[in-house]
C-alpha cells in the first residue's frame, strides 16, 4: 500500500540494547524526518535527511544514529537504549525541503518505545 | 526559524467556528505559516499553510493579517472530531528550510 509505515508499532527494550526502529515511504519523497514526542515537550526533531546519503541533526540528536542508503527507508538506531528514550517516535516525509508546492509532511502512525 | 505563541488550550462547541490565534511577531519575509493537528495518539496532520494571502482548503481558511505578525486558523464548523492539538508553525521556505520544528500548540476541545 501506498505511504509511509513505521515498525514496530509497539518496543519494549532494555537499557543498554541496540534498537532500530524502521520508516519506510513509497512516494520517493526526498525528505524525511524523524521526531519524537513525550509529554510536556511535544514534537522534537531528532535527525533528517535531505536525500539518500544526505542526513543532519535536528534538535535532540544525542544518543540516536540515522542512515539513508534508499530513498524510501530512513531507520533510526538507538546504540545503547536508556530510559530517558522511552518516548513515542514519529517519522515523516516530504516531497521537497520548503517553497509552496511543499504542502507539508505526511507523517506516521508512531512507534511507542518504552526502554526498561 | 521564527518562533510562534498559541494560547495552550481552548473549547468549542460543536457546529460553531473555531477561532485559533497565533502569534508569530519575529516572522522574516521568507518564512511561510504552516498549521498542524495531531489528533490522540496519531502522527501530526497537515491543514493548511500560506505565506501573506489567506487560504481556504476543504478542511480550514487561514487568516494572515497585514504585517504577518499573527494568523487565525478557522475550522468553520467545528465536529467533535477536530477535538485535537493545533500546532502553528513558521517555516522557511526553499531546501534550507526543511525542518518543521513544532512548539506546544493549542488544544482545542469540541463539546456537543
Known amino acids: 500500500d501506498a505511504g509511509i509505515t513505521q515498525s514496530p508499532r509497539y518496543k519494549i527494550t532494555e537499557t543498554g540494547r541496540q534498537v532500530t526502529l524502521m520508516c519506510h515511504q513509497t512516494w520517493s519523497h526526498s525528505y524525511m524526518f524523524w521526531y519524537r514526542q513525550d509529554l510536556g515537550h511535544g514534537l522534537r526533531l531528532i535527525y533528517y535527511s535531505a536525500a539518500a546519503d544526505i542526513t543532519d541533526k535536528g534538535e535532540v540528536p544525542d544518543g540516536y544514529v540515522v542512515s539513508r542508503s534508499k530513498t524510501e527507508n530512513f531507520p533510526l538506531t538507538l546504540e545503547s537504549a536508556t530510559r530517558s528514550q522511552t518516548s513515542v517516535y514519529f517519522c515523516?516525509?516530504?516531497?521537497?525541503?520548503?517553497?509552496?508546492?511543499?504542502?507539508?509532511?505526511?507523517f506516521g502512525s508512531g512507534t511507542r518505545l518504552t526502554v526498561v | 526559524d521564527a518562533k510562534t505563541t498559541q494560547p495552550p488550550s481552548m473549547d468549542c462547541a460543536e457546529g460553531r467556528a473555531a477561532n485559533l490565534p497565533c502569534n508569530h511577531s519575529t516572522i522574516s519575509g521568507n518564512e511561510y505559516v504552516y498549521w498542524y493537528r495531531q489528533i490522540h495518539s496519531q502522527g501530526p496532520q497537515y491543514i493548511i499553510h500560506g505565506l501573506k494571502n489567506n487560504e481556504t482548503n476543504e478542511m480550514a481558511s487561514l487568516i494572515i493579517t497585514e504585517d504577518r505578525k499573527s494568523s487565525t486558523l478557522i475550522l468553520p464548523h467545528a465536529t467533535l472530531r477536530d477535538t485535537a492539538v493545533y500546532y502553528c508553525?513558521?517555516?522557511?521556505?526553499?531546501?534550507?528550510?526543511?525542518?518543521?520544528?513544532f512548539g506546544q500548540g493549542t488544544e482545542l476541545s469540541v463539546k456537543p
Open positions: 508553525i513558521v517555516r522557511v521556505i526553499g531546501n534550507q528550510g526543511g525542518k518543521l520544528i
Open positions: 515523516a516525509s516530504s516531497e521537497s525541503g520548503g517553497g509552496p508546492r511543499a504542502y507539508g509532511y505526511t
